[in-house]
């Protein structure tokens, strides 16, 4: 049929029909929230080009995850900062470092929070690195041990998910051995399956403290020009033992979440909003260039539409507000 017999505006035309129609939704229940914790008590540092986030003491991180809880989202995503950092990230799987603190706290004060881990040593490494070093590289198989102690340590303290974001070779089939030897057969690995050298992280590693002390992560991240790589990462992850596989950064490579959720349809697919995405909208919104609330839920209902189940973003805690005010619409 064409016009004027087909008229695409007569569903438009109606808030209420629209609302009905819609293809994609969003929702508080959609997002997780990322969350830095650091040593100390009472403390609260603004992330100089991140407004609104903080790097967060154990106390007032579980402050923060209530909040989170009573605005409707569902999970949280812990990094953390070592008092002190070494060659071989050592705060990263000690048992009583400032991640399994988090947690167990977290756990025991706020019920009904998803609290997931990232596993990666660049936080906890003096270089920065994901990885041990040999000379100025990452070796591979060396960092695999530490970064299964690391899920180790994270599940004995309660972590309900653990989510590896290093891209090391082989990193998930490692971790879920190790998990599985320890009697945490159940807990779910959430794999970083395609993550890209991105230039934008370049907030998170403000926050995180895990700039690179010489080189960059283009040997072990993936190429931003490669898209069929990313569904061998994808399969490669699922293979070794990944429950839940993950796009980062989201929007440069919404065309690779949407290949990912068409090869792999069962899979449940995540998406990370990141740090420079998150910043360049805060700009934005701080110079009146854009309609903040309006952008904020465009951009992650883009993410939902491009196939990511659900979406770790920065922006949660404002989304979350906006749906509420709009009754749980998304437009």
């Not at 997002?31 to 991140?50: D, E, Q, T």
């Not at 068409?262 to 995405?277: C, I, M, Q, T, W």
């Amino acid at each position: 049929m064409a016009f004027p017999t087909e008229r695409m505006r007569r569903v438009r035309g109606n808030a209420m029909l629209r609302d009905l129609v819609r293809e994609t939704s969003l929702d508080a229940g959609d997002l997780v929230y990322p969350m830095f914790v650091v040593p100390g008590r009472s403390v609260s540092r603004p992330v100089g080009s991140m407004p609104g986030v903080c790097q967060l003491s154990v106390d007032r991180a579980v402050e923060e995850a209530k909040e989170v809880r009573d605005l409707g989202i569902p999970g949280i995503i812990l990094f953390g900062i070592p008092p002190d950092k070494d060659a071989v990230g050592s705060g990263a799987y000690d048992p009583a470092g400032i991640i399994p603190q988090a947690v167990r706290a977290i756990r025991e004060q706020v019920s009904g929070l998803l609290v997931i881990t990232d596993v990666c040593l660049c936080e906890y490494t003096d270089h920065g690195h994901c990885g041990v070093l040999r000379g100025e590289e990452v070796d591979n198989d060396r960092t695999l041990e530490l970064l299964a102690r690391e899920a180790v340590a994270h599940a004995r303290a309660g972590a309900h998910v653990v989510a590896p974001s290093d891209m090391m070779d082989g990193r998930v089939g490692a971790i879920r051995r190790a998990l599985d030897a320890e009697g945490f057969e159940s807990l779910p690995i959430l794999a970083y399956a395609a993550k890209y050298a991105s230039g934008f992280y370049g907030p998170f590693r403000e926050a995180a403290e895990s700039t690179p002390q010489f080189g960059d992560r283009r040997g072990y991240q993936m190429d931003p020009g490669n898209g069929d790589e990313a569904l061998r990462e994808v399969a490669l992850d699922l293979e070794e033992g990944a429950d839940i596989v993950m796009v980062k950064p989201a929007l440069p490579y919404l065309d690779v979440v949407r290949r990912v959720k068409d090869r792999f349809p069962g899979v449940p697919l995540a998406a990370y909003n990141v740090s420079g995405e998150y910043a360049m909208l805060q700009a934005a919104i701080e110079r009146g260039w854009i309609d903040g609330e309006r952008v904020t839920i465009e951009i992650l209902t883009s993410i939902r539409r491009a196939g990511a189940d659900f979406i770790l973003t920065y922006s949660a805690k404002e989304a979350a507000r906006i749906l509420a005010r709009r009754g749980g619409r998304s437009a």
